[in-house]
């Protein structure tokens, strides 16, 4: 997920992994996929390598107990292609009542990678993460002379894996001589969204220039073998909301429904003269001055149907922020919400209606700390921002603009009518429009909070996540740096590090808000501390590869999901200290940490979900993107890792979509 305020480092991006394409004549392996063309017609397979089909246990077998994952090591220049492209070396041991124990060897599946031709359905072809502009239309890229493409992006990131009631099928495409049965198979779908294109054709730079794509995946999976085959890639039409600004991660609502993200929420203050937004706004619209920054910043949810399709809706009183993960708790009211900032706040939403986020109460966290020491700890208390439903707020984003809401100044107006917020690494001087603190809370969230005493502090908080059992919420920092070592904030002042750590939260009921009010939760944060294992560490020097974080702690968090049945958390990185991002499982009980998957050299981890039991199969998701985003950390290995990364993912700009080994835990 890219922070624009930090042009001098990588863009920090999402996703979690993918596979390059098979040599030619790997035909073996192409049993049930669909025949798919990249948009340059090379062929695009699905796997990095031969897949290792799971072991199915003896009928009979003892009760499922615990999953132990089996680390791999992190790859090396002794073996090139490992770093070039997504490996995947690490197993899953399955431990039973009787104590008796399974191992399954993980492998990594594509469903496609960025760029390919894919079957829509209805009998044609599909460009899979392609830009369309509000009439549904394919975005050229004109930036090299007589050579027009269609866009596609680079960077796959947050995915959601679903089924929706209904009867088991067969296999459509399974063929045959007449004697032979086809596999029994089940739908499966899976929504994925696209978050940024890194760079057009002639190089310069793309990022929030482009209206982001979203899909969903029809897939065939076999119930003997677990294996998912795309069926259909199917565009999910958002001209009903405006188009979509820069989708990051995604969760799977506890009612089955995908709840997407808005990042780096445009400031409308400034958005009419931005050249990105500008650009954003011709390309969806043909017209740079059409696009309305207040329509972006918000939470989307797709819907799938059964005939593979998607609709969507915007929910507008959930905090215009830089929405980059909700989590909804068991409760189905209480979202728990990551803010990718500079600045950034926790923020937490209370629904008025069980899986109906169309009205509801905004909070922000304040933090009282308790140790500056590393990454730090505190204690939480929540301000109430405000009451509305999306409809409301919508009425006046289509209504106001920026001077109507609030009056900004980004220079001291020595004047005691303004208050001085930090803003996205900045100072602001800020006076509140009489009349318009509704419009202030829910579509001006971080001044308005910090303008009311939240702590507006944190920095690149990321994917969030809950251990429903324990009642614990984790999220991720990805980078503890600026705002939050600096002094700035009346209320944070913490060591780092830079690489990043993953909090725990405590999660109480009878909770009250600064206002003595009641919060209506069962789930409310009460206190934010690291996770000791998941904190990242730096090395005193850079080693012979480059590396400047450690390989065996994680380096710059960024995706997370938690699985129930495997009591384990999931962390994908986006790391600028490390050569590769990895994704890592770690147990709660034994406190294990493993390394399952290896990104791309300089990809970043995305599309991160754990599904506990799909028909009886386990799945961890995985994307990556940006694998041609080079920066420092990879001068030691760019001479050799570049031609094998552009001779594998489209010359830089093709990313995979996919998932790890499904894996049957009660056979």
Known sequence: MKNPDHTERRRLLKMLAGAPMLPLGAASLLAGHPARASEDGTPALPST???????????????????EFISMPAPGLSEPEGMARTTVESAMDLVF???????????????????????????????????????????????????????????????????????????????????????????????????????????????????????VLTLSQNLQTGQLTLVRYSNVDTAPVHGLWVTCGASLSPWNTHLSSEEYEPDATTARTS?????????????????????????????????????????????????????????????????????????????DRRADLSSGTLYVARWTQTSGTGPGAGTLTWIRLGHATSAEVKELADDLVAADIMDVRTADPKNAAYTRIRFDGKNNWVRLKPGRRQAAAFLETHRYAALVGGTLAFTKMEGTTVNAQDKIAYTAMAHIETSMVDGTSPHLHVEGPDAGAVYQLRLQAGQVDTDGLGIDSEWVPVDMGAVPELVGAMLAAPDALGNRHRSDRISNPDNLKFSEKLRTLFVGEDSMGR?????????????????????????????????????????????????????????????VLEPLVKAKYRNGRGASVGYLTAVKINA
């Open 97 to 215: 009542a009787d104590g008796s124990r399974r191992r399954v060897q993980l492998g990594y599946e594509a469903f496609f990678m960025t760029g390919d031709r894919v079957p829509d359905g209805k009998g044609g072809m599909v460009l899979a993460g392609g830009y369309l502009d509000i009439h549904g239309a394919p975005i050229m890229d004109t930036s090299v002379p007589g050579r027009a493409r269609p866009f596609f992006s680079d960077c796959p990131d947050g995915m959601s894996l679903l089924t929706l009631a209904g009867p088991l099928g067969e296999a459509d495409g399974a063929t045959g001589p007449p004697t032979v049965t086809k596999p029994a198979t089940a739908t499966v779908y899976a929504v994925v969204q696209f978050e940024y294109l890194s760079r057009d054709r002639a190089g310069q730079d793309m990022w929030a220039r482009l209206p982001s794509p979203i899909a």
């Open 49 to 67: 390598k031969p897949i290792a089909r799971p072991s199915v246990a003896t009928p009979g077998a003892a009760p499922f107990v615990s999953a």
């Open 579 to 639: 050569v590769n991002s990895f994704l890592w499982a770690f147990n709660v009980d034994t406190r294990l940490l493993s390394r399952l998957l290896s990104c791309p050299v300089a990809a970043e981890s995305t599309g991160l979900h754990a599904v506990d039991d799909i028909n009886g199969w386990t799945y961890i998701t995985s994307n990556f993107q940006h694998t041609a985003d080079w920066n420092d950390v990879h001068d030691v290995v760019r001479p």
């Open 275 to 351: 050249a990105s937004f500008r650009a954003f706004s011709r390309h969806l619209y043909g017209d740079a001055r059409r696009a309305n920054p207040y329509h972006y910043g918000h939470l989307p949810e797709i819907t799938v149907q059964p005939d593979g399709t998607g609709s969507i809706k915007k929910h507008y009183c959930m905090g215009r922020i830089s929405h980059e993960l909700v989590q909804i708790m068991p409760d189905q009211r209480t979202a728990l919400m990551g803010d990718d900032a500079t600045n950034g706040g926790l923020f937490m939403f209370v629904a």
